[in-house]
C-alpha cells in the first residue's frame, strides 16, 4: 500500500500551517549548500591577506568587511560554515549512535545496564558541561577532532537520558508483550518495534543538539581552544574581532556572531518543527 | 427575580448547540438540546463516547475548552441565564450553587496539597469562613463522606488515598458549601464494582438528605436505572429520547435506547439478545468466512480432554521502598512482600470456556501473564497440554514452538499495537515469527482470510492504529491473537475499554469463533455479566485466592461465599421488580 | 511527618556523594591524560629536577592506578591542588581569591533572570494567543540560539561605544576607586556594609551589563520552561476541578498552578546553572572580570594544567552544592517526592 503519497501530502500540510518550518527549513538548505560549496563560491580566498586594505567597513566590494589583517570577512564566513557545521555533525553523530545505544540498553533490561549507564551519565552532567569540554580539550590536546570528542562526550548523556526515558515507557506496553507472544526475541523488539516509536524524539533531540553543539564549538574557539588562526571559524573570528568593537570596528565581530546565531536558531526552529513531522499521530 | 421555590423548572435548557473549532472547520458538539430539572430530582444523560454528554455538563458549568462556544439556546438556572452571566458572577455560582465532580479523582485533585486544606478553599471562598472555623468544617466534610479518622486524614495527600477515597474527598469538596445542583461527570469509571456501589450510595445518600438535585453523566445504562429518577439518552450530540426510568425501559420508543438497552448485558440475558437489534455501524462476521477457515470440526468439542492444569501457582513480588525502609531500621521483611497470586489450582478443558472473575488487586491478570508465560510464576506448575510449562523460563518461551499454542488477546487495544505498523504489519507479525510464513503471497492469502473472519473490510488492514476505531482495533487484535491457531486463548479483559454498542459484537464474534476454530478460552473480567455470557464455567479471584468456582449461571444467580455476593450485589443494573 | 522529611533530606545529602567520588574519579583521569609527565606540571615554573622529583613521589606516579587515585583525592581533601605555573602561588589560594567575582556575577545575572523570566512566562501562559504570549515564545526561541560571547560583545557595542552609557568593560571597578573592605568578597554587599554608596554605584554600574549578558542567556530556558509549567499546570485536572468549585482566580493561578509549576521549574533551573557557569567563562573574557573564568581562560593559554584542573573540580563542586540545595527545596516542596525517586 502506498504510504509515500500521504506522508508527502502530511509534509505539504505541516509547512503549510507553519511557514515559520518552511523557512527554517529553506534556510537549512542553504546552510548545507554553503557547507559543502562554500570554498568555491567565496569570492576571495579567506587566508588572503592584505595589510592595506585592513579594517575597512562594508562596501560593495567588500559587503562584510575587511578584517585587521585585510581578509575578506564574507569570504571567511562563508567558508567557516563548513568547519562549524563539520564540527557539530561529527560530535552529535557520535553522541546520538553511542548515546542511544547505551540508552536503549539501559532502558529496556535494566538491572545492572541500568545503573551502569546511570552513573556514567550521572557522573557526565555532575559537571558544568563547557566547562569538562574545557577540562578535556586541555587534557587531550589542543586540536580540532579533540574538540569533537569533548563535544560528542558532553553531549553523551542527552542522549542516553531520551533514549532510556523513551524506551522505559513503552517497555510494558500492550505491543511489546504482543510481539514476545508473536515470537519475537528481545533484540528484535528493542529493534523492530520500540526503535521506530523512540525516533521522533531523538530526532528533535539531534535537531536541538545541533544547535548547541555549533554554540559549544564556537565557544570553545572563542576562549582559544581548537581551531587555530589564520583558519576561518566563526568563534574565533568573533575572538578576534572583539578587541576591535570598543574601536568602533563591529563588522569584524558581528558578522560571523550573525551568521553564527542564524544558523543556531535554524536548528532550532527545525528541531520544533520535525517534532509535528514525524508524529503520526497528527496525521489525519 | 423569579421566585424560587415556586419555580417548577428549577433547571430549564432550551435548544442548546455548542460548536468547536477544530483542524478540520467547526463541528457540532451537541444541537438542539433540551430538558428541564426539578428540586430534587436526579436526572441521568447516558450516552457513549461522542455522544456529548459531557459537552453539556461543561457548557452549563462555563468550563468549555477555549475551542468550543455555545451557538444557540438557554440555560436558565433558577432565572439566571447561565450562559449570560459575567465569568465573576459565574466563580460566584460554582461551587455554591453548582457544583461538578469529575472521572479520575486522584488526577483531580492537586497533587500537592493535603486533601483537608482542599476542602477549606473551598468554604473560606463561598462561605467566607475563618481558618479555624474552616478546619473544623473541613474534617466534618471529611466525616459525611465516611473517610475513617478525619482528623489524620486531613493531612493526607491524593497520592496516599485509594481510588474511592479520592472520589470521596471530591464529593466532599463539591457538597461543603451546600450547593443545590450537582454535576456528576462519570464519576465512577475506573472504579471497582464495589467501591463504585459505595461511592453511588454516598452520592445518593447526600443528594437525599441536602435536597440537592443531580445529573449523572454516565455511559453505563445500569448505573443510570439504579440511581436515577429520570434518563435522557443521547447520540451524536442529539438527545435521542427522555423519560422516566421504568418508562425508559419498559417501553423504550427509539431505536437507539432499544439497541443500547439490549446490549447492555444483565443477568438474565443471552449472547443473541445483545445484538438483536440490527446495527449498520458495524458489520457481522460473513458465515462465508468462518466455514472456509474452519480447521477443526464439531466432535472434537466431545474430546473435553484437560487442556490445562494449574497446580499451587504462587507469585510474590517485591515492594518498593523495601531497601531504604529497611535502612532506616524500620522491620518491613514481612510487608516488604506482596502475594499477588496466592496458592490457586484450577482445571480447563478442551473446547472450554472458563471465566477469571475479580476487582482490581485480586490477581487475575497476574494469573493470566503466568499462563501465557510472559512472566514467570515463584512457585507452582502451569500444565499445558501434558507438558509442565514453567520448565521453561519465560524469557526463553517465545523462541519455543508451545509460543503458537497459548495467545491472548489485551484489554487496551490501542496500547496493545504498535502505533507504527500497520493493521496488515501486526497481524503478520505471529505468522512470520512463528509460522515462518515469508511468502509473501501465502501471507496475504492469510491475513485475508483472517480480516474476513474477524469482520474487518480490507481497505482498513493499510491503516494505522490511530486512524481505526475501538472496535476495528480490537478485531485487529483478535485477528492477530487467531493467526497461528493457538489451542489456548487468553482474553484480558478485551472488551472493557469499548463502547457498550460495539461489546456486544465483538462478543458475539468472540463466541462464533471459538466454536468455528474449537479454542478454549480463558475470559477475564471484572464484569461478571459479560463473564457469564461466553464462559460456561466462572473462578472468582479475591486478594490472590480463588475464593469460588462453579458453573457460571450458578455462581451469578446463587452465589455461596460471601465476597461473591458483594460483588454481585454492587453490580447495578435495572430491576423491574424494584420500582 | 516532619521526621519524615528530615530522614529524605539527610539521604538526599548522602546521595550527592557518589557524584563527589565521580567528580574525583574524572578529574584524576583527566590530570593523568595529560601528554608528558604530571609531576613537572605541579612542581610549577621554577622547579628544579629534584623538586620534580620529589613531586613524582608524593603524587606517586611509580604506583598503581588505584593508590595515585587515593594520594589525589588525599591531597584534594587538604586542599592542596598543584602549583599554577602561571603565577607561581597555589592554584587553591588562586581559586579562592577569585571565586567571590564570579559568583557576585553569577548571582546577580541569575536573578536578573529569574526576575523577567517568570513573570513573563506566567504571563505568556495565562494569555495564550496574546502578544505577550508571541513575544515569550520569540525570545525563548532566540534566546537559545544567540551565542553569550556575542550578546556580550554587542551590549559592550550599543551600551558602552554608541551610548557611552555604561563605563568600560574593564572588570568589577573603574580604577579610581578602591575596593571595599573585604567581608564577603561581593562588592555590592561589602561597599553598602562599609556605607560606602560610590563605591557601591561604580561597582553596580561594571556589574550590570556583563550581567544582564549572562541573565539573557538564562532567559531563554526559564521562560520557556516557566511558560511550560504553567500551561501543564492550568490545563491540567486538578485546576479545572478548582475552577469548578468557584475559587478565584488569584488563589488558582498561585496556590494551585504556580506551586505546581514550581517543581518542574526549579528542576531546570539547576541545569541553567550548570549552563551559566559555562558562560561564565566566556562573558569572563568579554568584559575581563577578574574571575575564575578568566583565571581558567589563561592558564589554558599557558598550559598551566593544574589550574585548569583545579578549575574544573572547582566549578564542578559548585554545581554538586547548587543541586543539592535544589534537592532539598524540592523534597521540602513535593510530598510525593519518597526514598526512592
Known amino acids: ?284 | 427575580m423569579s421566585n424560587r421555590t415556586n419555580n417548577p423548572s428549577f433547571l430549564a435548557v432550551e435548544n442548546l448547540s455548542v460548536e468547536f473549532k477544530t483542524r478540520n472547520g467547526r463541528v457540532k458538539a451537541i444541537s438542539d438540546v433540551s430538558f428541564t430539572l426539578s428540586k430534587g430530582e436526579v436526572v441521568g444523560i447516558v450516552g457513549e463516547s461522542g455522544s456529548g454528554k459531557s459537552v453539556t455538563a461543561y457548557t452549563l458549568m462555563r468550563l468549555l475548552d477555549q475551542a468550543g462556544a455555545p451557538t444557540d439556546g438557554t440555560a436558565k438556572f433558577d432565572g439566571i441565564s447561565l450562559l449570560d452571566i459575567s465569568e465573576p458572577e459565574m466563580r460566584e455560582l460554582r461551587g455554591r450553587e453548582v457544583s461538578m465532580i469529575f472521572q479520575n479523582p486522584r488526577a483531580a485533585l492537586n497533587p500537592i496539597r493535603p486533601v483537608g486544606k482542599q476542602i477549606e478553599d473551598v468554604l473560606i471562598k463561598h462561605v467566607r469562613a475563618s481558618r479555624s472555623n474552616a478546619r473544623a468544617k473541613a474534617i466534618e466534610m471529611l466525616d459525611k463522606v465516611k473517610i475513617l479518622d478525619p482528623e489524620s486524614r486531613y493531612w493526607s495527600y491524593p497520592f496516599e488515598l485509594s481510588g474511592g477515597m479520592c472520589q470521596r474527598v471530591m464529593i466532599a469538596i463539591a457538597v461543603a458549601c451546600d450547593p443545590r445542583l450537582i454535576i456528576a461527570d462519570e464519576p465512577t469509571t475506573g472504579l471497582d464494582v464495589t467501591t463504585q456501589k459505595i461511592t453511588m450510595d454516598l452520592i445518593q445518600d447526600l443528594t437525599r438528605s441536602r435536597g440537592m438535585s443531580a445529573i449523572l453523566i454516565t455511559h453505563d445504562l445500569g448505573l443510570a436505572a439504579q440511581y436515577c429518577d429520570r434518563i435522557i439518552v443521547m447520540q451524536d450530540g442529539k438527545i435521542v429520547e427522555q423519560a422516566p426510568v421504568r418508562e425508559l425501559f419498559n417501553s423504550p420508543s427509539h431505536p437507539y435506547t432499544q439497541k443500547l438497552i439490549a446490549a447492555s448485558p444483565g443477568p438474565y440475558s443471552e449472547l443473541a439478545d445483545l445484538t438483536r437489534i440490527a446495527s449498520t455501524k458495524n458489520t457481522p462476521p460473513s458465515k462465508e468466512g468462518i466455514s472456509k477457515s474452519a480447521h477443526r470440526t464439531r466432535s472434537d468439542f466431545l474430546k473435553h480432554e484437560s487442556l490445562l492444569s494449574v497446580r499451587n501457582l504462587v507469585k510474590v513480588f517485591k515492594k518498593s521502598g523495601a531497601k531504604g525502609a529497611r535502612w532506616l531500621g524500620s522491620n518491613t521483611s514481612d510487608e516488604s512482600l506482596f502475594r499477588a497470586v496466592d496458592n490457586i489450582s484450577f482445571d480447563l478443558k478442551q473446547g472450554e470456556s472458563l471465566g477469571l472473575v475479580g476487582e482490581s488487586g485480586c490477581g487475575k491478570s497476574t494469573t493470566s501473564s503466568m499462563i501465557t508465560r510472559l512472566m514467570d510464576p515463584t512457585s507452582g506448575q502451569i500444565i499445558f497440554d501434558g507438558e509442565d510449562l514453567t520448565e521453561f523460563p519465560a524469557k526463553e518461551f517465545s523462541r519455543l514452538p508451545q509460543r503458537m499454542k497459548i495467545q491472548m488477546v489485551f484489554q487496551d487495544a490501542h496500547d496493545s499495537l504498535n502505533p507504527r505498523y500497520t493493521a496488515r504489519d501486526a497481524i503478520a507479525e505471529p505468522l512470520i515469527r512463528l509460522q515462518k510464513l515469508k511468502d509473501k503471497q501465502k501471507l496475504d492469502a492469510r491475513i485475508s482470510e483472517l480480516a474476513e473472519q474477524v469482520g474487518l473490510p480490507k481497505h482498513l488492514l493499510s491503516r494505522f492504529p490511530h486512524q481505526l476505531s475501538g472496535g476495528q482495533k480490537a478485531r485487529v487484535g483478535i485477528a492477530r491473537a487467531i493467526s497461528v491457531n493457538p489451542k489456548l486463548l487468553i482474553l484480558d479483559e478485551p472488551t472493557s475499554a469499548l463502547d457498550v454498542s460495539v461489546q456486544a459484537v465483538v462478543l458475539l464474534l468472540l463466541d462464533n469463533l471459538r466454536r468455528e476454530l474449537g479454542m478454549s478460552y480463558i475470559f477475564v473480567s471484572h464484569d461478571l455479566n459479560v463473564v457469564r455470557l461466553l464462559c460456561e464455567r466462572v473462578i472468582v479471584m479475591n486478594k490472590g485466592q480463588i475464593v469460588e468456582t462453579g458453573i457460571s449461571d450458578e455462581v451469578l444467580r446463587n452465589p455461596k461465599n460471601s465476597y461473591t455476593c458483594e460483588l454481585i450485589s454492587a453490580i447495578p443494573h435495572f430491576e423491574p421488580a424494584r420500582l | 511527618m516532619h521526621d519524615n522529611k528530615l530522614v529524605q533530606i539527610t539521604l538526599r545529602v548522602l546521595q550527592s556523594v557518589p557524584s563527589i567520588i565521580g567528580i574525583v574519579v574524572i578529574s584524576f583521569a583527566l590530570t593523568r591524560a595529560l601528554p608528558g609527565d604530571p609531576a613537572v606540571y605541579f612542581a610549577g615554573d621554577i622547579a628544579d629536577e629534584e623538586s620534580i622529583q620529589l613531586i613524582r613521589e608524593q603524587l606517586g606516579l611509580n604506583r598503581s592506578w588505584l593508590e595515585q587515585l587515593g594520594i589525589y583525592a588525599a591531597n584534594l581533601v587538604q586542599g592542596n591542588l598543584g602549583m599554577s605555573l602561571n603565577t607561581g602561588r597555589p592554584v587553591s589560594e588562586e581559586l579562592l581569591e577569585r571565586l567571590p567575582a564570579s559568583l557576585e556575577l553569577t548571582l546577580f545575572g541569575l536573578g536578573l533572570a529569574i526576575i523577567v523570566a517568570v513573570p513573563l512566562g506566567i504571563l505568556a501562559a495565562t494569555r495564550p494567543g496574546s502578544w505577550v504570549d508571541q513575544l515569550c515564545r520569540i525570545l525563548v526561541t532566540a534566546g537559545v540560539s544567540v551565542p553569550t560571547f556575542f550578546t556580550g560583545l554587542l551590549l559592550i557595542y550599543i551600551f558602552y561605544y554608541l551610548l557611552g552609557w555604561s563605563p568600560s568593560p574593564l572588570g568589577r571597578l573603574d580604577i579610581l576607586y578602591l575596593s571595599p573592605p573585604q567581608v564577603t568578597g561581593f562588592y555590592l554587599v561589602d561597599s553598602l556594609l562599609a556605607k560606602d554608596i560610590e563605591t557601591f554605584w561604580a561597582a553596580f554600574k561594571q556589574l550590570l551589563l556583563p550581567a544582564i549578558t549572562l541573565g539573557l542567556f538564562a532567559l531563554a530556558p526559564l521562560a520557556r520552561m516557566t511558560r511550560g509549567a504553567m500551561l501543564n499546570a492550568l490545563g491540567s485536572e486538578y485546576v479545572r476541578t478548582a475552577r469548578a468549585n468557584g475559587l478565584s482566580q488569584t488563589t488558582i493561578l498561585i496556590t494551585y498552578a504556580l506551586k505546581n509549576a514550581s517543581l518542574p521549574i526549579l528542576t531546570v533551573l539547576g541545569m541553567v546553572f550548570s549552563f551559566l557557569l559555562g558562560a561564565n567563562v566566556l562573558v569572563e573574557k568579554v568584559f575581563s572580570w577578574p574571575g575564575i573564568g578568566s583565571f581558567a581562560i589563561e592558564a589554558l593559554i599557558a598550559s598551566d594544567y593544574a589550574a585548569v584542573q583545579g578549575f574544573v573540580l572547582c566549578m564542578a563542586l559548585l554545581f554538586v552544592v547548587v543541586n543539592l540545595i535544589i534537592d532539598v527545596i524540592l523534597t521540602l516542596i513535593d510530598p510525593r517526592i519518597t526514598l526512592e525517586s
Not at chain 1, 579567506?46 to 586594505?53: F, G, K
Not at chain 1, 585587521?68 to 569570504?75: A, P, Y
Not at chain 1, 506496553?173 to 523512540?198: E, M, W
Not at chain 1, 544547535?211 to 564556537?218: F, H, R, T, Y
Request: charge should be neutral; proline fraction near 6%.
Open chain 1, 1 to 284: 500500500m502506498n504510504t509515500v503519497a500521504p506522508f508527502i501530502r502530511h509534509v505539504k500540510y505541516v509547512m503549510s500551517e507553519n511557514l515559520v518550518t518552511l523557512f527554517a527549513f529553506g534556510l537549512f538548505i542553504g546552510l548545507v549548500v554553503l557547507a559543502f560549496l562554500g570554498p568555491l563560491i567565496a569570492p576571495y580566498d579567506p587566508l588572503a591577506t592584505n595589510a592595506v586594505n585592513a579594517l575597512r567597513p562594508p562596501s560593495w566590494a567588500h559587503p562584510f568587511g575587511t578584517d585587521h589583517l585585510g581578509r575578506d570577512v564574507f569570504s571567511r564566513v562563508i567558508v567557516a560554515t563548513q568547519l562549524d557545521l563539520g564540527i557539530a555533525v561529527a560530535a552529535v553523530g557520535i553522541s546520538f549512535i553511542i548515546g542511544s545505544a547505551l540508552g536503549c540498553a539501559a532502558g529496556f533490561w535494566g538491572g545492572w545496564i541500568d545503573r551502569i549507564v546511570g552513573r556514567v551519565t550521572d557522573t557526565v552532567m555532575a559537571f558544568p558541561l563547557f566547562v569538562l569540554a574545557m577540562g578535556i580539550v586541555a587534557s587531550l590536546g589542543n586540536s580540532v577532532e579533540n574538540i569533537i570528542y569533548a563535544t560528542a562526550i558532553i553531549n553523551l548523556p542527552f542522549y542516553s537520558r531520551v533514549a532510556r526515558s523513551e524506551v522505559a515507557i513503552r517497555r510494558n506496553a500492550g505491543y511489546v508483550q504482543a510481539a514476545k507472544l508473536s515470537g519475537c526475541s528481545d533484540v528484535r523488539i528493542l529493534v523492530t518495534q520500540l526503535f521506530p516509536n523512540i525516533l521522533p524524539p531523538m530526532m528533535v533531540q539531534i535537531s536541538l543538539n545541533m544547535g548547541w553543539a555549533i554554540l559549544n564549538a564556537a565557544g570553545l574557539s572563542f576562549i582559544g581552544l581548537g581551531v587555530r588562526p589564520p583558519d576561518a571559524e566563526w568563534g574565533i573570528m568573533v575572538a578576534e574581532g572583539a578587541t576591535y568593537i570598543v574601536s568602533g570596528e563591529w563588522w569584524l565581530a558581528m558578522f560571523p556572531g550573525l551568521v553564527l546565531m542564524l544558523a543556531v536558531f535554524c536548528f532550532n526552529l527545525l528541531g520544533d518543527g520535525l517534532r509535528d513531522l514525524v508524529d503520526p499521530q497528527r496525521r489525519t
